[in-house]
């Protein structure tokens, strides 16, 4: 099986202004391999760094050491790890999909532009793109009146419907995701469970944090124990 994901090598440390500039190491040397159709759940104690690892996996943080591989729909591969921001930009844009467990979006945007955005970044016609992102957002049982509201006000359940359907509208090669069935009733549960088992269908790479055991089970190929750095030293 081929990766779509190779992380190896991976530092990062946190210099704690409140403490003197002192270093806090929480990842070294920490490596991962994820291929295609594969789900890989980080496990751990809290603190560990699982949160860590996935923020370097989007490139919300910068890596002090080691590489990310990501490998492109078009077959080429990026090192994340030495991307810029404007190319950290576009790879989120083409390459890595991320669902978390809170919505962050622009105010006053509609739940149903929120989700059909990354549709309709990638050149997919306004129409289309709004019909995908109503039909997904049917499947998570977001009632229709909600469609047309910004989400600011959406219960957590239902923002987290909203940044579920944004993360599954278009078919990433890396997906992280984040909790992604935390704030969500059974029968929303299970609708996840199919939309990663569709994603790992079509080929996509996963990552997640799943809190909840029996959803980890069902969904995870592997799990990656992210040990705490201090007690494994
Ligand atoms: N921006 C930051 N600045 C300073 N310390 C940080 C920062 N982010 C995380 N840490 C510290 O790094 C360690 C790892 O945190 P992280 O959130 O990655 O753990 P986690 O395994 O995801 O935990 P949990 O399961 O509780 O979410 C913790 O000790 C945390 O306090």
Redesign the pocket.
Known sequence: MSWTLRAEGLA?S???HLQGGVE?P??RGAALEVGAGECVA?S????????????LLQGN?GADAGRILLRRSDGSVADLAQASPREVIALRHDTIGHVSQFLRVIPRVPALEVVAEPLTARGVPGEEARARAAALLHRLNLPERLHALPPATFSGGEQQRVNLARGFVAEYPLMLLDEPTASLDAVNREVVIALIDEAKARGAALVG?F?DVEVRHRVADRVLE?A?LREAA
Do not use: D, E, N, Q
């Open positions: 990062k946190f210099t704690l806090m929480v990842l980080l751990g104690p809290s603190g560990a760094g699982k949160s860590t690892l996935m923020r943080y944090i809190h992210v705490p």
